[in-house]
């Protein structure tokens, strides 16, 4: 059999499969353990019906396969488990900061004022952004004609008969025109980050000083 041993191992020599002894855990199957199998299940096989070169390759291939999987998935995990802790570091950073994200709420507080910006994908022309109060329109910021690109868009709070809005969470909608047709485009408004949950399992989450919170992941601009 050592003829036969040879051949075998000069076959994995040429596929690229030979490898140096490893220590492995008792429960797991290494290469050197696998080939053992293999070549007993050789010597014990039935001569009137020998396994086919095609069927052994296989069952190589086959092991290669699940290990090289498995080393994969070890690789992976360990990417993630870096990529979680860059995001709690970026997320921690954060606080007392000026974040952009979008929603269509704006929280108004006495003697301040909303900001955000509209994104629009091409020259846009009645462009405009309208605060709601339940329901009720009370106050449209007019932006006229706009190039493509995001457009800021600030509000003090005065209403339409000039008097001052109450504090409180009011709605935004914007709209424009493009070639006479008005179309509603998407609202981003800024708000300060008060402190960071890193929400084990989860996701990390910010929490807002008006807004509540919102997950990180959401936040595309920080000021």
């Known amino acids: 059999m050592t003829s036969g041993v040879n051949e075998t191992q000069a076959m994995l020599d040429q596929l690229g499969l030979s490898r140096k002894p490893e220590k492995k855990n008792s429960n797991e199957l290494g290469a050197d353990a696998f ?10 096989q039935d001569p009137l019906s020998p396994m086919e ?17 498995k080393e994969l998935n070890t690789a992976f995990s360990g990417l993630s488990t870096a990529m979680q802790s860059n995001q709690a570091l970026q997320a921690s950073t954060l606080v007392g900061r000026t974040v952009l994200l979008p929603t269509d709420k704006a929280v108004l507080n006495t003697g301040s004022e909303v900001s ?3 994104f629009t994908p091409a020259n846009a022309s009645h462009m405009k952004v309208n605060v709601y109060k339940g329901g009720e329109l009370v106050h449209t910021i007019g932006l006229g004609e706009q190039p493509a690109g995001d457009i800021r868009f600030t509000w003090d709070g005065t209403l339409h008969d000039g008097s001052m809005a ?27 980050v008060q402190s960071v949950d890193l929400g084990y399992g989860q996701g990390i989450r910010v929490n807002l000083a008006g807004l509540g ?7 595309i601009q920080i000021k």
């Open 213 to 219: 919170t919102a997950n990180f992941g959401d936040v």
């Open 53 to 69: 070169n095609g069927e052994f390759l296989a069952q190589i291939a086959q092991f290669s396969t699940v290990s090289g999987i």
């Open 166 to 192: 109450a504090p409180g969470t009011y709605e935004l909608k914007a709209e424009a025109s493009f070639g006479g047709e008005p179309q509603a485009l998407e609202t981003y408004v800024y708000d300060k």
């Open 35 to 44: 080939m053992k199998l293999m070549l007993t299940q050789m010597q014990n």
């Open 116 to 118: 955000g910006t509209v």
